[in-house]
């Protein structure tokens, strides 16, 4: 008998297979396999965004927050892409595309140069 689940955000899986859109994750076990919501899904061995391995990406700590961001405790993603000096120990999304660590402010997974970090956090409050 084929049993199947379906998740909402693209994700199905078989008895054997993890499929994002119809396309199998070759290396995604049906055993465990969880949809994180907005793309993301994880096994208890890997992460993965939109069908694709987000290699380095650890599953145990790995959460995510809105916006497209999503972080684990060394590292910090947009689109299941590293974003690459960041501070995933202060990393928040603020919402509407927003999202800071201690050091920046970042706007749809990039940094937002021209804002000033003091005058943007007083501005929220």
Do not use: W
């Not at 061995?45 to 790995?62: D, M």
């Not at 201690?102 to 943007?120: H, M």
């Amino acid at each position: 008998m084929f049993d199947h689940h379906m998740f909402g955000s693209g994700y199905v899986t078989d008895d054997i297979h993890v499929y994002y859109r119809g396309e199998r994750i070759n290396s995604m076990t049906t055993m465990s396999f969880e949809d994180l919501g907005f793309g993301y899904g994880r096994d208890p061995f890997q992460v993965c965004f939109a069908g694709h391995i987000i290699n380095g990406a650890h599953p145990n700590s790995f959460q995510v927050l809105d916006d497209g961001y999503a972080k684990d405790i060394f590292h910090v993603y947009y689109q299941g892409d590293k974003m690459p000096g960041l501070m995933a120990s202060t990393f928040v999304s603020l919402g509407n595309g927003y999202a800071k660590d201690s050091l920046n402010i970042y706007y749809y997974g990039r940094k937002a140069e021209s804002i000033n970090p003091i005058v943007f956090y007083t501005s929220l409050h």
